[in-house]
């Protein structure tokens, strides 16, 4: 016969103190776990929402990122008029000849420089991203150095809000709109005119194209052509995809420092949940000895001892993620460092982050309680018995 849940935590709750240390110490670890795995998260979140799923982009054979590749205007111009490509009312491509440059912009409060990207605009950049909508002031005028700001750069870049100037490339851009990116990279971007961004910066071709082409066959058709053509070096990516690989290497980065700072703590936390238990086991030989007087089997001990510490990992993992949920009101900033310009993110926390960091929690309890445990199964009913 098994030795009821009920019991076991009982004998948690009668020990508050050393219950309420353990778990605490399990919750802080656990909340770095789950900050850890939900940064990350948040990072791959706000550039792989960034691509659209009916969208290719055309860049550079060799160009890693947008920032560094080259398109010239011929090579657009044979791009854009693929028959993959979906056409509008006019029969006209849905397609956005782009140009990207960093520039230098002061940090509001600081004045602090800090790296930005300036995406040169065509009339069709917003209808392509529909997960960016224009949340103040308008769009800017062709030809003029009008700019809208993401909402991260309004808030955080100096003179960058709705009205305000921002000084690049020798002159300055007036600010005639706030774009809401939802969370996305186009938060941490300035949008100009294409053709006003690439005359200020003495540039004749463009960085990338982007195209509307829903479905995989059109797109698998549109890549072997473009890729194949010998009149053009370039290749042809899935938006989504494009965003996803820019998020890779910082990603990864993260998870395994910040699993390794991790594993380093939980070596305390498993030491406490093991002088916990063994304290528990100290405390309570004679009560073991008359659990096994009663009838009990030496694993009914063992796994009683291990479920208490079971749950201590499992109430501090609890806890632990419950604090790192409050994460998902921040937002910061950091350098991508695939374009060496600010990003700005925030915390996710998914279903999966929230189990494997209570799993995690509950793994470091069963750690620490699996010696004593084994310890509490071994004592002698008549040794235990005697036990002052």
Request: hydrophobic letters at 50%; glycine letters at 10%; one cysteine or more.
């Amino acid at each position: 016969m098994a030795i009821p849940l009920g019991y076991c935590w009982g004998n948690l709750w009668t020990r508050k103190l050393t219950t309420v240390l353990t778990a605490g110490g399990m919750a802080l670890v656990t909340f770095v776990f789950a900050a850890v795995l939900m940064l990350a998260e948040g990072l791959e979140k706000t550039l792989v929402d960034t691509g659209s799923p009916d969208n290719a982009i055309v860049l550079r054979g060799s160009a890693e990122t947008e920032v560094s590749s080259i398109v010239s205007r011929d090579s657009a111009a044979i791009i854009e008029v693929q028959p993959e490509v979906v056409l509008d009312s006019a029969s006209q491509p849905v397609a956005a000849k782009e140009c990207l440059v960093l520039v230098t912009l002061p940090k509001r409060g600081t004045d602090k420089p800090t790296n930005v990207v300036v995406r040169g605009i065509g009339p069709r950049s917003l209808e392509l991203r529909r997960q960016v909508s224009l949340v103040a002031g308008r769009e800017p005028r062709p030809g003029s150095r009008d700019v809208i700001a993401g909402k991260s750069i309004a808030e955080r870049i100096k003179s960058a809000g709705l009205g305000g100037k921002v000084h690049f490339a020798l002159a300055d851009w007036d600010v005639v709109g706030v774009l809401d990116g939802k969370g996305t990279a186009f938060d941490s971007e300035v949008w100009a005119d294409a053709d006003q961004l690439m005359s200020a910066f003495r540039r004749n071709d463009y960085s990338v194209v982007i195209l509307k082409v829903p479905g995989r066959d059109g797109f698998s058709r549109l890549r072997q052509r473009l890729e194949s053509d010998p009149r053009l070096s370039a290749q042809v990516k899935r938006e989504m995809d494009f965003y996803k690989e820019q998020s890779d290497v910082m990603a990864k980065f993260i998870r395994i420092l910040g699993l390794a700072m991790t594993a380093f703590f939980s070596i305390g936390a498993i030491l406490g949940a093991m002088v916990t238990m063994y304290t528990a086991v100290a405390n309570r030989t004679r009560e073991i000895g008359t659990l096994r007087a009663l009838g009990f089997k030496r694993r009914d001990i063992l796994g009683a001892f291990v479920m208490e510490s079971l749950l201590l990992g499992t109430v501090g993992g609890a806890a632990g993620v419950g604090a790192a949920s409050l994460l998902q009101f921040l937002t910061i900033s950091t350098i991508n460092w695939e374009t060496f310009s600010e990003l700005a993110f925030g915390f996710a926390l998914t279903p999966s982050i929230a189990l494997y960091s209570v799993g995690f929690s509950a793994g470091m309890g069963f750690i620490g309680g699996a010696l004593p445990a084994w310890r509490a199964a071994r004592l002698a009913i008549v040794d235990a018995l005697r036990a002052a």
